[in-house]
């Protein structure tokens, strides 16, 4: 039960001050995407925008403009919103002015969200680079407490392909676990190597590290099955994995009909634990955690990138999800069954945020349409939008790159909507 107090994920009755901040990809260790944050009848104004200082206009595969989603804290009092960019830095900012606190430079892209974690008196922010190193930084001053790198540099070494790292209190020690791809074009004796690592998050140290593919590994997710925290990793290669969070050993894997861009999301129904994901085949698989066996399957009309998320709208359990089939889906948590479908003008390759609203649940999502929804949850109706910026680059390789998603979080009663565009700016919109 220590999970569930400390941060409410499974519970529906939220702890408000928990409820409205983002500390990790999305937001929870479930990757639900769920908040409590409440807007009234979204009539959204942008309020504040923070723009990337400098731009390379130089396109490599795997490149988002920012991390995959932004994180939220307080931090000594004061709303705090991180994010990392294709320019190496990952940046704080303040949640209600969009000013520029400090910036932390690694040496290598920043694909893919941080994580916030409060260890006794201090709030810890872990982020991986595609330096092939893993960071932990002092979230009040971006003062860098320790680092590991996943593998030795050398001239045949390529750059890491990572994901969002994901946090748990286990047996008294906060952990921290992340994905690493590394690779080394060495003639003898080549690598390709896809991992797990998990760090003591308080003083770095390897608990150990577990080989899953030769391709690259998405961002993990972790829950309590059968008493025991077990933790759920898809690789690209169209493999899930369930594995002890306590020390990497497999507990069953299943093997899915495409490759998987798509991180997991776990969700309970009726006691039951399940794990959601979607596959280039356009399938949205949804298991048994403890066995992974199908309990339901889904098709969409083509390959679906992003991560579910899972809320309660119009009193049944749904789950939200994109598709290159240029629509939002909405599915029946229970059955798979189609809810609603609302079509875009391109492809979706976001994770939803949801929040709560006078309408009842609210779907914020993103679309390479250069726009952003916001869509009634129960019916999949237009409530708001909002049209960005192109890409900065010309030219990008389609499917290779999942650009970033969009956050939420309150200050005080005061709801903020976060969308961080491929067009090199971070929007803030309010009531």
């Not at 001050?17 to 999305?26: D, P």
């Not at 069953?252 to 490759?259: I, L």
């Not at 679309?367 to 680059?393: E, I, V």
Request: proline share 3%.
């Amino acid at each position: 039960m220590h999970r569930k107090v400390q941060y409410g994920y499974k519970n529906m009755q939220l702890s408000i001050i928990i409820s409205l901040i983002w500390l990790m990809f999305g937001h929870d260790p479930e990757h639900t995407g769920r908040t409590q944050v409440r807007f009234g009848d979204l009539n959204l104004k942008k309020v504040w925008t923070f723009s990337l200082p400098a731009h390379v206009y130089r396109y490599t595969r795997h490149t988002s403009v920012f991390s995959s989603q932004p994180v939220i804290t307080t931090v000594d009092g004061k709303c705090r919103v991180f994010i990392g960019a294709y320019d190496q830095n990952l940046y704080c900012l303040d949640g209600e002015t969009g000013r520029e606190i400090w910036r932390f430079q690694t040496s290598g892209k920043i694909n893919h969200s941080p994580l916030i974690q409060k260890q006794d008196k201090r709030q810890m922010l872990f982020l991986a680079s595609s330096d092939r190193s893993f960071y932990a930084l002092d979230a009040a001053t971006g003062e860098k407490q320790w680092s590991f790198e996943t593998r030795p540099w050398s001239y045949t070494t390529e750059e890491a392909v990572t994901s969002s790292p994901v946090g748990i209190r286990l047996f008294g020690k906060w952990v921290v676990y992340v994905g690493y791809w590394n690779a080394d074009r060495k003639s003898l004796k080549p690598v390709q190597q896809g991992e797990v690592f998990a760090f003591d998050g308080q003083s770095g140290s390897l608990l150990w590290r577990k080989t899953l593919s030769k391709s690259y590994i998405n961002s993990p997710a972790v829950t309590m099955v059968k008493n025991e925290y077990t933790l759920f990793v898809t690789a690209r290669e169209g493999k899930l994995f369930a594995l002890s969070a306590h020390d990497g050993a497999k507990v069953w894997q299943f093997t899915a009909d495409g490759e998987i861009f798509s991180s997991p999301s776990l969700m309970e129904i009726a006691g039951e634990t399940l794990v959601l994901f979607g596959t280039r085949f356009g399938s949205l698989y949804c298991l048994r955690a403890e066995t992974g066996e199908i309990r339901w399957h889904y098709r969409a009309g083509h390959m679906i990138d992003g991560t579910p998320a899972v809320g309660v709208a119009a009193g049944q359990s749904i789950v939200i999800f994109g598709s290159y089939d240029r629509c939002i889906h909405a599915v029946n948590g229970e059955n798979g069954e189609k809810i609603w479908k609302f079509p875009t003008g391109k492809y979706v390759t976001a994770s939803a945020a949801l929040a709560e609203s006078r309408r009842g649940m609210v779907v914020f999502i993103n679309s390479l349409d250069d726009h952003l929804y916001g869509l009634n949850g129960a019916n999949g109706t237009l409530l708001w939008k909002f049209k960005s910026g192109k890409r900065l680059w010309d030219y990008e390789t389609r499917g290779e790159s999942l650009w970033s998603s969009p956050a939420v979080y309150a200050v005080g009663s005061k709801p903020y909507l976060l969308f961080p565009s491929y067009d090199g700016t971070l929007y803030a919109f309010s009531e």
